[in-house]
Protein backbone atom coordinates (compact mmCIF):
# COMPACT_ATOMS: atom_id res chain seq x y z
CA UNK A 1 0.00 0.00 0.00
CA UNK A 2 1.04 3.53 -0.69
CA UNK A 3 -0.45 6.93 -0.72
CA UNK A 4 -1.49 6.90 -4.31
CA UNK A 5 -3.07 3.55 -3.77
CA UNK A 6 -4.66 3.89 -0.20
CA UNK A 7 -5.28 7.22 0.20
CA UNK A 8 -4.70 7.96 4.46
CA UNK A 9 -0.94 6.05 4.43
CA UNK A 10 0.68 8.43 3.21
CA UNK A 11 1.50 10.59 6.34
CA UNK A 12 2.22 6.99 8.68
CA UNK A 13 4.44 5.54 5.92
CA UNK A 14 6.62 8.70 5.77
CA UNK A 15 6.71 8.95 9.60
CA UNK A 16 8.65 5.52 8.91
CA UNK A 17 10.72 6.65 6.45
CA UNK A 18 8.63 4.31 3.93
CA UNK A 19 7.30 4.68 0.86
CA UNK A 20 5.22 1.47 0.32
CA UNK A 21 4.76 -1.25 2.68
CA UNK A 22 3.25 -4.37 0.70
CA UNK A 23 -0.41 -5.38 2.36
CA UNK A 24 -2.76 -8.87 2.19
CA UNK A 25 -6.04 -7.65 0.47
CA UNK A 26 -8.88 -9.98 -0.45
CA UNK A 27 -10.67 -10.47 -3.15
CA UNK A 28 -13.13 -12.22 -5.52
CA UNK A 29 -12.04 -14.03 -8.78
CA UNK A 30 -14.64 -14.73 -10.96
CA UNK A 31 -14.68 -15.35 -14.68
CA UNK A 32 -11.07 -14.45 -15.08
CA UNK A 33 -11.73 -10.71 -13.00
CA UNK A 34 -10.82 -9.90 -9.69
CA UNK A 35 -13.81 -8.05 -8.18
CA UNK A 36 -13.10 -6.56 -5.02
CA UNK A 37 -16.10 -5.17 -3.41
CA UNK A 38 -13.70 -3.24 -0.62
CA UNK A 39 -12.71 -0.32 -3.60
CA UNK A 40 -15.44 1.03 -5.05
CA UNK A 41 -14.74 1.86 -8.53
CA UNK A 42 -16.92 4.60 -8.76
CA UNK A 43 -15.41 6.72 -5.92
CA UNK A 44 -12.01 7.72 -7.68
CA UNK A 45 -9.96 8.40 -5.10
CA UNK A 46 -7.39 5.68 -5.63
CA UNK A 47 -5.74 4.62 -8.38
CA UNK A 48 -6.85 0.51 -8.87
CA UNK A 49 -4.59 -2.45 -7.77
CA UNK A 50 -3.59 -3.44 -10.88
CA UNK A 51 0.00 -5.52 -10.01
CA UNK A 52 -0.12 -7.98 -7.03
CA UNK A 53 3.48 -9.21 -5.65
CA UNK A 54 1.86 -12.35 -4.45
CA UNK A 55 -1.03 -14.14 -5.21
CA UNK A 56 -3.02 -17.41 -3.02
CA UNK A 57 -6.19 -19.03 -3.31
CA UNK A 58 -7.38 -19.28 0.00
CA UNK A 59 -10.89 -20.88 1.33
CA UNK A 60 -13.23 -18.06 3.12
CA UNK A 61 -12.85 -20.00 6.01
CA UNK A 62 -9.11 -18.75 6.16
CA UNK A 63 -9.63 -15.58 6.06
CA UNK A 64 -8.58 -14.42 9.58
CA UNK A 65 -5.55 -17.17 10.89
CA UNK A 66 -4.46 -18.26 7.72
CA UNK A 67 -4.33 -14.68 5.35
CA UNK A 68 -2.45 -13.17 8.72
CA UNK A 69 0.33 -15.73 8.59
CA UNK A 70 0.62 -15.63 4.77
CA UNK A 71 0.42 -11.86 4.95
CA UNK A 72 3.49 -12.23 7.63
CA UNK A 73 5.66 -14.86 6.28
CA UNK A 74 5.62 -12.52 3.25
CA UNK A 75 6.52 -8.87 4.83
CA UNK A 76 8.95 -11.21 6.68
CA UNK A 77 10.87 -12.05 2.94
CA UNK A 78 10.29 -8.56 2.11
CA UNK A 79 12.33 -7.30 4.94
CA UNK A 80 15.11 -9.43 4.26
CA UNK A 81 14.66 -8.87 0.26
CA UNK A 82 15.51 -4.84 1.03
CA UNK A 83 18.22 -4.73 3.24
CA UNK A 84 16.77 -5.04 7.16
CA UNK A 85 14.94 -2.19 6.56
CA UNK A 86 16.79 -0.89 9.09
CA UNK A 87 17.02 -3.56 11.88
CA UNK A 88 12.89 -3.57 11.80
CA UNK A 89 11.52 -7.15 12.54
CA UNK A 90 8.20 -8.44 10.80
CA UNK A 91 6.38 -7.50 14.25
CA UNK A 92 8.01 -3.83 13.92
CA UNK A 93 7.01 -3.76 10.04
CA UNK A 94 3.34 -5.15 11.62
CA UNK A 95 2.70 -2.59 13.81
CA UNK A 96 3.47 0.02 11.23
CA UNK A 97 0.74 -1.58 9.20
CA UNK A 98 -1.83 -1.40 12.00
CA UNK A 99 -1.22 2.39 12.75
CA UNK A 100 -1.66 2.77 8.41
CA UNK A 101 -4.95 0.56 8.90
CA UNK A 102 -6.05 2.95 12.00
CA UNK A 103 -5.31 5.91 9.99
CA UNK A 104 -7.91 5.25 7.52
CA UNK A 105 -9.99 4.88 9.90
CA UNK A 106 -10.18 8.59 10.69
Not at 52 to 71: A, G, M, S, V
Request: glycine fraction near 10%; aromatic fraction near 6%; hydrophobic fraction near 30%.
Amino acid sequence: MSEQNTPGVGAVLAKYGLAILPEAHCYLRMGGKRIDGTRPAHRGLAEPIADFLHEEEIDPTQITNCKTEIHKQYLSRWITDNGGLDGRSTEDIWKIREECIAGLSR
